[in-house]
């Protein structure tokens, strides 16, 4: 191609280095983008969950209240970490809804409060991953 044996050499390199980089750029991207993909629901419930036994304890007032949730984790090692808890858990409930009047749970907006605390409660106790959101299973207020 040139005269000179070093610059073709140059040049060479040059585009394949090119080439290299514009495939590893494509290659992370896609790498990136497949992890970004949310979990399928048996992911979630196979890898990605813990749930708590039913709970019956009494709220503030004179109302007993049956509930279970269920947790979804950020990873693997969280969902571990999150039923080695289980007596913590069980415990940040319990604090939580002796807390709770029966017009503080009722609805829509009563029922995400309580899930949102829970989930702050647990994520400050986590170590290795997160709670990502907390599902209400069960609940019966007598």
């Known amino acids: 191609m040139f005269k000179s044996k070093a ?3 140059t040049m060479f390199t040059m585009i394949g280095l ?4 514009v495939g590893l750029y494509f290659y992370v ?8 993909e949310p979990p399928t629901v048996s992911e979630i419930v196979k890898n990605l969950s ?3 036994d039913e709970i019956t304890t009494n709220l503030r007032g ?14 693997k090692a969280a969902k571990d970490e999150l039923t080695k808890r289980q007596f913590q858990v069980n415990n940040a409930i319990l604090y ?5 009047t029966e017009q503080e749970l009722q609805g829509k907006n009563g029922m995400n409060n309580m899930e949102t605390d829970l989930k702050n409660k647990l994520n400050g106790l986590m170590k290795s991953g997160k709670v990502v ?3 209400t ?6």
Request: aromatic fraction near 6%; proline fraction near 0%.
């Open 133 to 135: 959101h907390v599902y």
């Open 18 to 21: 090119i080439v290299i980089s």
């Open 96 to 100: 939580l809804l002796s807390d709770k």
């Open 62 to 75: 004179n109302k007993f209240i049956k509930i279970s949730f269920l947790m979804q984790v950020s990873n």
């Open 7 to 9: 610059l073709n050499v």
């Open 50 to 52: 813990v749930s708590t």
């Open 29 to 36: 991207s896609h790498a990136a983008q497949a992890k970004s």
């Open 137 to 142: 299973t069960e609940k019966i207020i007598q």
